[in-house]
């Protein structure tokens, strides 16, 4: 039985080589949405309930995944696109401009089972454009994702595309569904058949083997009308401009209720089960479900964690350049030392456990400095310090008016 506080399961602790992977993650993309004009905003981890019951009462995260402050109705967000439209409209940014864009980096939080990239709490990169119809846009937001994944090293990916239509459209492809599925809900899983009623849409991206057995069988035939087919090739024909490659997913439809025409994933084969590292889609109704005029919506969100996951362990990046060491008796030498160094802006380092010459030159390797620079007694006698170049393994004497040279 444990008996010391341990971190909640689905959450992770950024330490050490975690942390500089993060900060390099957050910042390519910080530089990617700023390059594609997006504005950061950063907005609270609280929202009210009734923030993300405008997303679809029957989407999972509302039903079931929501942490609820208790006794309140107030939520730990789970995700950004529903917030983002709350502050939209609370703020009446229409008005000010017919066209926003947004991005935010920021913890989400879901009550799900954790598992392998399944998390509690877990970092999205997000990015919403408000107030454009255009195809261009829902590829230009594909593209900003793909370059971040790019620009982090990241190339093995699928691109998995589909279109909702609009909300008529939508209608008709879950009456079809209902109609179709009617009769083969026995072999549906246990959670298919619930859905049926409530949500037939996701019966089509179930990860059960026997509903995607049963949803190949079925055809549900042409449902988008003519406007959102078009809508629909233009995406894909701005995708083609803008090189990149796409797998067309008729059965794509994402967890969330909101989305409209565009859906998209982006997906690894080395992520397992949840092999989503993005997704993101249209929702062209949002704005209007949460009070605003009607205006639409198009948006991505990357998984900080799952990209973690794909990227290889970084090396420790040095946290400071210079590390001070002294024998002992030469502690005050040594501060000298390092007020002289910290104060020509250079990021210096001491023992402050009074430890041995050779104990201190260990701890200098483990924290990964470039110089070390050692002072004692006949250092002090001769007027002169020992430099050791850590990248070069070279060791030297030097004045205290060279060391500035020799380390800058
Ligand atoms: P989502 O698919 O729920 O979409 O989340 C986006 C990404 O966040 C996923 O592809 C995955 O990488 C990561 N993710 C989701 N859930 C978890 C979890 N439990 N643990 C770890 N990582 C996770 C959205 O949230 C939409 N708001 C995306 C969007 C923005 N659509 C339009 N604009």
Known sequence: MKDFPQHVKGTI????????LFQEITEVARKILK??????????????SKVFLKVGEFTDIVEKQMFK???KDIVLRPEGTAQVVRFFVENRLWKEKEFHKFFYIGPMFRGEKPQRGRLRQFYHIGA?????NLPFLDAEIIKIASDIL??????????????????????????????KLKEKKERLCSICQKRLDKNPLRILDCKEKRCQEIVEEIDIGDFLCDSCQKHFEKVLHYLDKLNISYIYSPTL?????????????????????????GAGGRYNSLVRSMGGPDIPGVGFALGIERIMLLLKEKKKVPSSKVFVAYTPGYFDKAVEILNFLREKGIPSQISYLEKSLKAQLRFSHKIGVDFVVIVGEEEVKNNFLTLKDMRKSLQEKVSWEDLLNRIC
């Not at 602790?13 to 500089?20: G, K, L």
């Open 13 to 20: 602790d950024f330490f050490s080589s975690r942390v500089s």
């Open 35 to 48: 390059f594609f004009g997006y504005e950061e905003i950063i907005l609270p981890i609280l929202e009210e």
């Open 69 to 71: 402050i208790e006794g």
């Open 128 to 132: 919403e454009a408000l107030g454009s």
């Open 150 to 179: 790019k620009e982090l090293g990241i190339k093995d990916v699928k691109l998995k595309i589909n279109s909702l239509g609009c909300q008529q459209d939508k209608e008709i492809l879950r009456k079809r569904l209902k109609e």
């Open 253 to 277: 439809v994402r967890g969330l209720d909101y989305y409209t025409h565009t859906v998209f994933e982006i997906t690894s084969s080395h992520l397992g089960s949840q092999d989503a590292c």
